[in-house]
């Protein structure tokens, strides 16, 4: 029981991680009706200029811990969410209205460009980090053999995502700019005549998702304190996943997939063996495409003639 | 929209190249301006804020040139161009000598004065990118399921291959067939639930498919020894001789025809086996194309719902696609596993399967000279740029990326159509009418 309820918690750290991706690659396809490849890459780059922005902030000599967390954030979704219009105004908008699947190869050529750019520009060592929150809560100590963790890092991931989560929701229910992007989602000519400027929400729309992999990024190299440049690949691939189970192009279905391959993965890796986790996860889409072929939370596609 | 006349406007001109030059400074900032170095005592930074400013500069420079650049060439292209009927015949007529002409080149190669060695070994990795494009152009490109995991059914392939001849002994030629078949049934299992799903969601399914076989290999260490592969794969044989300087019991190769024992035999056996294998691949789907399964394939492709109306089992026809596609791309994994002698699940990952769509994209969706121009330029050129050693991903990367900014539906997009009646004659379109058809070429090409 202590041993689930532990997987439990580390499942949804790390769920809460691949949420906050898989926004990003849910609210792109929506929007534009591609796969950003790119995205991973996107989220990789957050991590990076996190670990960047401590060290700096230790060369400058801030080190109380929560305002150094706090600038580190402002600045890594700054300068990620910076990478995210670039990469649509260099590689996908140009494309715009082109065939489907141009977008798509650019943009995994720019995948592969980022990817070789951080390689070279920071070296393809893994880069560690030491651990910046430490402690936690033992929950449960009572029982000898197994003692229960909860960290504090866990907890401040958790709440971390539950705040942007509610703002999230609260700028595309409630603000102007939600409402344009709901109407460029749903039909970008009809959205044009009406006076909404297409282009600029869409860059909007991959600033946001940058800025929130950016989030994940920094969370990331503080739960497990090494990245490198390899990191966005599996996890781009694995927030796809997630953005797919819960239905793409659904905001609150792409946390909901986030937190299910978070689970699904940390208790494979508890209970059975840590090699095959990635088959698991794959083999939960597999299983729900077939029952449900518009994820769990997605809205059925209507088919025009 | 701007004007043409203020685009021109030099002071425009450079406003639009700082911003441009800013945006590059402030990406290069945290990237190139610091960098990461790795001591004993944890990690430390260490600045180098020149580089950011050179990025800055560069990108300054290079815009300014490129906006220049284009403002000149955009007035030269304004100018009315007199409408000028092609003499060489229509295109379809043009590709066809073209296609010839490649075929009969590639048949001389070995022959050819200049070639060596190296350009042989560099020309048969060439030809199985092809023969993979053009596998996965029947999926992609015809029947128009996307597909990301398409080198899962390569290692299937080439797996198989090696297995095969491991344990069992078996010869190349009668695991050939059979690497093509496993690779079919494993696209039929693996396409039998999914096929039912719309476009993207098939793509993420047959993502994970290709991740789920490479983990598999990784992991199962008992049968595919697992990181490290499998290695000592058997040669290929001429028929049952083997390329070899001198076999003990064994007539060689060199012996049976009686010339000098020579290494180069066995590259340009390999060379003119990958070529027959692409062009049989070739042959066959442009058969296809014809046979009602083809065509059911490409109308498959244009609309789903027309389809069903019609008859037409979209998910038997899907699996016929699939399954061919993944058919092919199994015999070039048995290929080459024999090529290499040494398979591990390094040559399986995304990358490549990412490799072989770009291929066909580039090449224009079902144009099969297209796929070669577009492998003589995402794999040849590489090749033969090696000497950039570790910029060549990042130039390869930015190459595909510039490649579809140049040209969004490829490099020969405007594809002929399968059927086309003997009286067809477009010169006859009537000029004054807005109304007419466009022909199923160009609306194939517009999807």
């Known amino acids: ?305 | 929209m701007k004007t043409d006349a203020a685009d021109c406007r030099l002071s425009t001109q450079v406003k639009d190249a700082a911003a441009a030059a800013l945006l590059a400074g402030l990406l290069a900032l945290p990237m190139l301006g610091f960098r990461l170095i790795d001591q004993a005592t944890g990690l430390t930074l260490d600045y180098r804020l020149s580089w950011a400013a050179i990025a800055a500069l560069a990108v300054f420079l290079g815009r300014l040139t490129l906006v220049r650049a284009n403002g000149v060439l955009r007035r030269r292209m304004a100018r009315p161009r007199p409408f000028a009927a092609s003499s060489a015949g229509t295109p379809g007529r043009r590709r066809q000598i073209a296609g010839w002409t490649m075929a009969g080149v590639a048949l001389l190669l070995p022959w050819l004065p200049f070639s060596d060695r190296n350009l042989i070994d560099k020309a048969t990795l060439l030809l199985i990118y092809v023969m993979l494009g053009w596998g996965l152009n029947v999926v992609v490109g015809l029947a128009g399921l996307l597909d990301l995991g398409y080198v899962a059914f390569y290692a299937v392939g080439a797996y198989s291959y090696a297995l095969l001849s491991h344990t069992f002994g078996l010869s190349f030629w009668v695991c050939l067939p059979m690497a093509g078949l496993l690779s079919a049934t494993f696209g039929m299992l693996l396409g039998f639930p999914v096929l039912r799903l719309r476009g993207d969601y098939l793509a993420i399914v047959t993502l994970g498919f290709g991740e789920i076989v490479r983990v598999i290999l990784l992991n199962w260490q008992v049968v595919t020894g697992g990181p490290n592969g499998i290695s000592g794969i058997q040669r290929p044989t001429f028929f049952g001789l083997p390329f070899l300087a001198a076999v003990p019991g064994k007539t060689t190769f060199h012996e049976f025809l009686g010339v000098a024992y020579s290494p180069d035999h066995r590259i340009i056996f390999l060379y003119y086996l990958i070529l027959v294998l692409a062009l049989a691949t070739n042959l066959i789907t442009l058969r296809i194309r014809r046979l009602p399964i083809g065509r059911a394939w490409e109308a498959l492709r244009e609309d789903e719902t027309a389809c069903r109306s019609l008859g037409i089992d979209p998910t038997k026809t899907k699996l016929s696609a699939f399954a061919s596609g993944a058919m092919f791309a199994g015999f070039a994994g048995s290929f080459f596993a024999t090529r290499q002698g040494f398979i591990s699940p390094e040559s399986f990952t995304f990358l490549e399967s990412a490799i072989i769509l770009a291929i066909v994209v580039l090449g224009g969706l079902g144009s099969q000279i297209g796929i070669v121009l577009s492998a003589i330029l995402l794999v040849g050129l590489p090749e033969w740029f090696r000497d950039l050693q570790q910029y060549r991903m990042l130039a390869f990367g930015g190459a595909m990326v510039l490649i579809m900014l140049w040209r969004p539906r490829g490099l020969l997009a405007n594809r002929d159509p399968t059927i086309r009646l003997d009286d067809y004659r477009p010169a006859e379109k009537p000029a004054n009418s807005l109304a007419v058809l466009p022909s199923t070429a160009e609306r194939g090409a517009s999807r």
């Open chain 1, 1 to 305: 029981m202590e041993y689930f309820l532990q997987q439990f918690i580390n499942g949804i750290s790390l769920g809460a991680i691949y949420g906050l991706i898989a926004i990003g690659y849910t609210m792109v396809y929506g929007i534009i009706g591609m796969i950003n490849f790119a995205h991973g890459e996107i989220y990789m780059i957050g991590a990076f200029v996190s670990l960047i922005s401590f060290l700096f902030l230790g060369l400058i000599g801030i080190t109380y811990v929560p305002l150094a967390l706090f600038l580190v954030l402002l600045l890594a979704m700054a300068f990620t969410a910076l990478y995210g219009w670039a990469i649509e105004r260099i590689a996908y908008r140009p494309l715009r209205g082109s065939v489907k699947l141009a977008p798509l190869i650019s943009a995994i050529g720019m995948s592969i460009v980022l990817q070789n750019y951080v390689q070279l520009a920071q070296g393809a060592r893994v880069k560690p980090l030491q651990p910046i929150i430490q402690g936690g809560f033992e929950l449960f100590s009572g029982n000898a053999d197994y003692a229960v963790r909860l960290s504090y890092l866990q907890i401040v991931i958790v709440l971390l995502t539950t705040i942007l989560m509610a703002g999230f929701t609260y700028v595309i229910t409630r603000t102007p700019l939600g409402r344009a992007q709901r109407a460029t989602e749903q039909d970008m000519t009809m959205a044009q005549l009406s006076g909404v400027n297409v282009d600029r929400i869409i860059s909007t729309t991959f600033v946001m998702g940058a800025a929130l992999a950016a989030v994940a990024g920094l969370m990331v190299t503080l739960y497990y304190g090494v990245i490198d440049f390899y990191i966005g690949f599996i996890a781009g691939m694995k927030a796809f996943t997630a953005a797919v189970l819960g239905g793409i192009g659904s905001l609150p279905g792409a946390m909901l997939g986030g937190l299910l391959i978070g689970l699904i993965e940390a208790f494979w890796s508890g209970y059975f063996t840590i090699g095959y986790k990635d088959v698991a996860t794959f083999s939960i889409l597999v299983m729900v495409l077939i029952f449900r072929p518009t994820g769990l939370l997605g809205k059925p596609e209507v088919e025009k003639v």
